[in-house]
C-alpha cells in the first residue's frame, strides 16, 4: 500500500522559514494536501492540490510537489505556527486515503 | 460560516455498538460529499469513510470494512457512522470532515472538520 513520509519534528526559530517535507513514491504525480492540528483542537486545511491554499489562510504558508517529496513552506514563522503538520494524499489507484505521520513543528 | 457537530461518543465494551452523528450547518450540505476520520490517542490521523454527495457512493478503510456503515439524511443535514463489533483498536477522536468539492465525486480534500468526538473501546 501507499506509504508517506514525515520527520517526527523540525524546529525553527521566529521570522525564519520553515520547510516540512513528506515523502512517497512518484508523490508528484497525485496531489498533496497538507493539514495543520494545534493541540487540543480539530485539523485544518492548509494547502491543497500541491500548492493552492484556502482563502483567508496566511500567505506565509506555501506549499510545492515535485519528483518523491512534497513540500510544505512557512515564511517568516511565527510562534502560533506551532503545531503538527499532516501530509495527505489519496492513491486513485487503490481508492485509498494516506496520511503521513505528522511533524511536530517547534517554534524556538 | 460552516459548521461541523459531532455527537454519540462514549465507552463502550469490545463487540458492542455505537452511532456517532455530525450535523452540519452554515452551508449546502446536501451538495457535498462527507467523511469519517479518527484519531488514537498520541496518534496521526486516519480516513475512515466516505459518502457521496447524492448517497450513490460509500467507500471504506480496509480497518472498518464490513463493521461501519457510513449514512446521511440530507433532510436534516446530518452525516452517520453506525460501528459495529467495535475493537479495542477502534478507541479514537472521530471527525466528520466535509469534501472540498461540491456536487462531483469527492476529492478527498477535507476543508471543514468537526471538533470530534471520543470513542473508547474497551473489555
Known amino acids: 500500500s501507499y506509504e508517506l513520509f514525515q520527520p517526527p519534528s523540525v524546529s525553527v526559530a521566529p521570522g525564519q522559514t520553515a520547510s516540512i517535507t513528506c515523502s512517497g513514491d512518484n508523490l508528484s504525480e497525485i496531489y498533496a494536501h497538507w493539514y495543520q492540528q494545534k493541540p487540543g483542537q480539530s485539523p485544518m486545511l492548509v494547502i491543497y492540490q500541491d500548492s493552492r491554499r484556502p482563502s483567508g489562510f496566511p500567505e506565509r504558508f506555501s506549499g510545492s510537489n515535485s519528483g518523491n517529496t512534497a513540500t510544505l513552506t512557512i515564511s517568516g514563522t511565527q510562534a502560533m505556527d506551532e503545531a503538527d503538520y499532516y501530509c495527505q494524499a489519496w492513491d486513485s489507484s487503490t481508492a485509498h486515503v494516506v496520511f503521513g505521520g505528522g511533524t511536530k513543528l517547534t517554534v524556538l | 460560516q460552516v459548521q461541523l457537530v459531532e455527537s454519540g461518543g462514549g465507552v463502550v465494551r469490545t463487540g458492542r455498538s455505537l452511532r456517532l452523528s455530525c450535523v452540519g450547518s452554515g452551508f449546502t450540505f ?94
Open chain 2, 30 to 123: 446536501s451538495g457535498y460529499g462527507m467523511h469519517w476520520l479518527r484519531q488514537a490517542p498520541g496518534k496521526g490521523l486516519e480516513w475512515v469513510a466516505v459518502i457521496w454527495f447524492d448517497e450513490s457512493n460509500e467507500y471504506y478503510a480496509d480497518s472498518v470494512k464490513g463493521r461501519f456503515t457510513i449514512s446521511r439524511d440530507n433532510s436534516k443535514n446530518t452525516l452517520y457512522l453506525q460501528m459495529n463489533s467495535l475493537r479495542a483498536e477502534d478507541t479514537a477522536v472521530y471527525y466528520c470532515a466535509r469534501d472540498r468539492v461540491t456536487y462531483l465525486s469527492p476529492n478527498y480534500e477535507f476543508d471543514y472538520w468537526g471538533q470530534g468526538t471520543l470513542v473508547t473501546v474497551s473489555s
